[in-house]
Nanobody
Framework: QVQLVESGGGLVQPGGSLRLSCTASIIRFSLYTMGWYRQAPGKQRELVAATDGASTNYADSVKGRFTISRDNAKNTVYLQMNSLKPEDTAVYYC?????????WGQGTQVTVSS
């Protein structure tokens, strides 16, 4: 059974940083496009960042502040979040997109508040 386990969420003050991690129990992890999505209360889930290993893409709202990276040897994808803003508050979900299958983590709460 495939599992994606996120960690690293929490409460942080505006301007602070957090690093999210997602470890996936996936065979051939390197073949998956890994992404981070977020969903704020009352809003639709949106893509934050994604990487296929060769390229990355980011939502305009996080460009220059967030960095996605992956370690294929550890089956792990990271999201480094700097200069956090209150509007970044959301549940952050890890996603693994393959040719046939699409997997999601359970989500981790990020709250940016003073």
């Amino acid at each position: 059974q495939v599992q994606l386990v996120e960690s690293g969420g929490g409460l942080v003050q505006p301007g602070g940083s957090l690093r999210l991690s997602c470890t996936a129990s996936i065979i051939r992890f390197s073949l998956y496009t890994m992404g981070w999505y977020r969903q704020a209360p009352g809003k639709q889930r949106e893509l934050v960042a994604a990487t296929d290993g060769a390229s990355t893409n980011y939502a305009d709202s996080v460009k220059g502040r967030f960095t996605i990276s992956r370690d294929n040897a550890k089956n792990t994808v990271y999201l480094q979040m700097n200069s956090l803003k209150p509007e970044d508050t959301a549940v952050y979900y890890c996603n693994a997109q393959g040719i046939r299958y699409d997997y999601w983590g359970q989500g981790t709460q990020v709250t940016v508040s003073s």
